[in-house]
Nanobody, 127 residues
Framework: QVQLQESGPGLVKPSQTLSLTCTVSGGSITTSSYYWNWIRQSPGKGLEWMGAIGIEGTDYYKTSLVSRTSISRDTSKNQFSLQLSSVTTEDTAVYYC???????????????????WGQGTQVTVAS
């Protein structure tokens, strides 16, 4: 059974870079035909897909976040990571990593589009 676990600081100061890591167990991020995604949910809002990395390491980003977002992977540790730069209080959210078979723009903000989810980690941006 594939399991995902997010890790990283829960508090980030404005203008700094938010860094999170997702550790995947029970399956390989390089041999399974899945996309590995970062998704967030701000208070009172729906899910927001941020980006993903594919089996060959190709990365994909939400257009409005592309200038601030970077997703990478460490295949030796079976992990993938998110970096979000120049954060503001608007970036306060629960951040999730998730696995999906695609990155359909019409479906990727739906919870049921994903086969695997991490439990989520709260990140607060505050000084």
């Amino acid at each position: 059974q594939v399991q995902l676990q997010e890790s990283g600081p829960g508090l980030v100061k404005p203008s700094q870079t938010l860094s999170l890591t997702c550790t995947v167990s029970g399956g390989s991020i390089t041999t399974s035909s899945y996309y590995w995604n970062w998704i967030r949910q701000s208070p009172g809002k729906g899910l927001e897909w941020m980006g993903a990395i594919g089996i060959e390491g190709t990365d994909y980003y939400k257009t409005s976040l592309v200038s601030r977002t970077s997703i990478s992977r460490d295949t030796s540790k079976n992990q993938f990571s998110l970096q979000l730069s120049s954060v503001t209080t608007e970036d306060t959210a629960v951040y999730y990593c998730a696995g999906s078979r695609g990155i359909d723009g019409n479906k990727r903000n739906r919870r049921d589009y994903y086969d695997y989810w991490g439990q989520g980690t709260q990140v607060t941006v505050a000084s």
